[in-house]
């Protein structure tokens, strides 16, 4: 079964950058349109910016300009790049598969102290 492993969350302060990884444990990783969703307390999880195998890139307007998707084929992991992280970006990041089940990792907490 294919597993999503998420990782790089942590505490940062506002401006502050931090890179999420998500390692996949399969190569269907590569054909695949992967996701980042995040779900901050009290609120429903939403989508925050998604990627493509032909690697298009789309954001949540809340994000755009300041995130930054990317995907490592061979190593069967994506990326987001987050930077001027603001105190609203404190959410649990979950990486996801675009497929038939969707898949999910654990997640992983950032939270962005002003």
């Known amino acids: 079964q294919v597993q999503l492993v998420e990782s790089g969350g942590g505490l940062v302060q506002a401006g502050g950058s931090l890179r999420l990884s998500c390692a996949a444990s399969?190569?269907?990783?590569?054909?695949?349109?992967m996701d980042w969703y995040r779900q901050a307390p009290g609120k429903q999880r939403e989508l925050v910016a998604t990627?493509?195998?032909?690697?298009?890139?789309n954001y949540a307007d809340s994000v755009k300009g300041r995130f930054t998707i990317s995907r490592d084929n061979p190593r069967n992991t994506v990326y987001l790049q987050m930077n001027s992280l603001k105190p609203e970006d404190t959410a649990v990041y979950y990486c996801?598969?675009?497929?038939?089940?969707?898949?999910w990792g654990q997640g992983t907490q950032v939270t962005v102290s002003s």
């Open positions: 996801s598969s675009n497929t038939f089940p969707r898949l």
């Open positions: 990627i493509t195998s032909g690697d298009s890139t």
């Open positions: 399969s190569g269907i990783f590569s054909i695949a349109t």
